[in-house]
């Protein structure tokens, strides 16, 4: 690897660490101004989700067929996942204590 590539490759990673950390900045000084809007807070945190996904993670460098397998997958976890918590809160309500 190049002198050139590298210096590129830090540039990029604290351009998106900065990122990051503006919109971690952003939502705590939004929330504590105006209060939390859900979407908006839903909304940077998928974006900061993916960028560090993207760029830390490097899967933005992985071929588009992993994208295709990787995301339905996801979302299939998470849908799954979310029959269950419905079933846990039942019976956290049903349990005497």
């Known amino acids: 690897m190049s002198a050139a590539g590298n210096s590129n490759s830090m540039t ?3 351009i998106v660490y ?14 504590m101004m105006s209060g939390p809007s859900l979407a908006l807070m839903l909304f940077l945190g998928f974006l900061q989700a993916s960028l ?3 760029y830390f993670m490097h899967l933005g460098q992985e071929r588009h067929s992993l994208f295709l397998v990787l995301i ?25 204590h």
Do not use: Y
């Open 12 to 14: 990029t990673t604290f």
């Open 18 to 31: 900065g990122a990051i950390l503006s919109i971690a900045v952003f939502q705590v000084l939004f929330a």
């Open 52 to 54: 560090g996904v993207m």
């Open 72 to 96: 339905p997958c996801t979302l299939f976890v998470v849908f799954m996942m979310n029959m269950i918590w419905s079933d846990s809160f039942r019976l956290l309500r049903m349990h005497s």
